[in-house]
């Protein structure tokens, strides 16, 4: 009997719990329109009390209630909306989530780094696709009497510039208010639906960040083939002169400790000259190959390697591919 009340107690519980839960979506999706704001304030406190599940319905709230937002939703509305989708995703093991969240953070403000007690997983993901989606920039226009808005951000004329992929896009149409998520993967202009597109964004012609390390294996470089041509030069003449002295030379002394009138003289003497040889050959080859390679060397440096450019790197184009 009495397991049988605490197990019936275990269910009323369960029930109970499920009727709150209904009752506060079914509230939910009756109200007239979600305060984003209030559903973000709402979130974060329930994700304080660990209440994952009941932080989560406050962000789907917040997300269902943007078609019937009457006027501009804050950036700074947005940037907690999905800070918070981030960090509940986190902790729910949800890696896919998290990185959806993440996009929709950078898109929104590429600057708006997480803050740190938000943890180092957020923020290196943060870090990580600020640097993917900068590669794709557009342009959004608008035309119309009122004004349009770009998750928060008011569109001036001619155009803003952002990163592409979702945005809440809240503008004055033809036909009244709008207020929707985009995905948007190119230019657009808002208002009139024979609206012609803005220019695509040039690409750019920049010299990247001073690059000391490049600049000094350079200096090495160049130095290098320097002392090859200079260090080959120089045997080569060394060679050149023991040539001439070679040539002259009658060869008529001691060599060995046998004087000419000894019967080893000659073998001596021929030796001597063999010697003699074999050194001119060696400072003729060692020298000529110095200066091949050091030639080689400065060819590539002068000719075949980019010229510098200010802040010590080269020209290289950048733009949206």
Not at 125 to 144: D, F
Not at 185 to 194: A, E, K, M, N, S
Not at 216 to 235: D, H
Not at 258 to 267: E, G
Request: proline share 7%; hydrophobic share 40%.
């Amino acid at each position: 009997m009495l397991a049988l009340r605490a197990h019936t107690g275990y269910n009323r519980g369960v029930f109970t719990d499920g009727l709150m839960l209904t009752w506060w979506l079914v509230t939910a999706l009756a109200a007239p329109c979600a305060d984003v704001g209030a559903e973000v304030d709402a979130g974060w406190a329930a994700y304080n009390d660990a209440e994952l599940d009941l932080a989560k319905g406050h962000i789907d709230a917040a997300v269902a209630g943007f078609a019937c937002q009457a006027e501009a939703v804050s950036t700074e509305e947005l940037l907690g909306l999905y800070r918070l989708d981030a960090i509940v995703a986190i902790t729910q093991s949800d890696q896919k989530g998290a990185v959806y969240a993440t996009i929709r953070v950078v898109t929104i403000d590429p600057t708006a780094a997480p803050s740190p007690e938000l943890g180092p997983e957020l923020a290196a993901m943060h870090e990580t696709w600020s640097e993917r989606l900068a590669e794709n920039v557009i342009r959004i226009g608008y035309e119309g009497d009122g004004e349009a808005w770009v998750d928060g951000r008011r569109v001036e004329r001619p155009w803003i510039e952002v990163f592409a992929g979702e945005h809440l896009v809240q503008y004055d149409g033809p036909s009244g208010w709008v207020s929707r998520i985009d995905e948007l993967d190119r230019g657009v202009t808002l208002g009139p639906p024979d609206a012609a597109p803005p220019p695509e964004p040039e690409p750019i012609r920049e010299a990247p960040a001073d690059r000391p390390g490049r600049r000094v294996r350079r200096r090495v470089l160049l130095a290098s083939g320097l002392g090859l041509v200079a260090g080959g030069g120089g045997l080569v003449l060394g060679g050149s002169v023991l040539e001439t002295s070679f040539l002259n030379d009658p060869y008529t002394d001691s060599y060995g400790g046998c004087p000419p009138a000894d019967d080893c003289w000659a073998d001596a003497r021929s030796t001597r000259i063999r010697k003699d040889a074999a050194t001119v050959r060696a400072l003729y080859g060692i020298g000529y190959g110095a200066l091949g390679l050091g030639a080689v060397v400065l060819g590539t440096e002068l000719l075949l390697l980019p010229d510098p450019v200010a802040g010590g790197g080269s020209v290289r184009f950048s733009g949206r591919f």
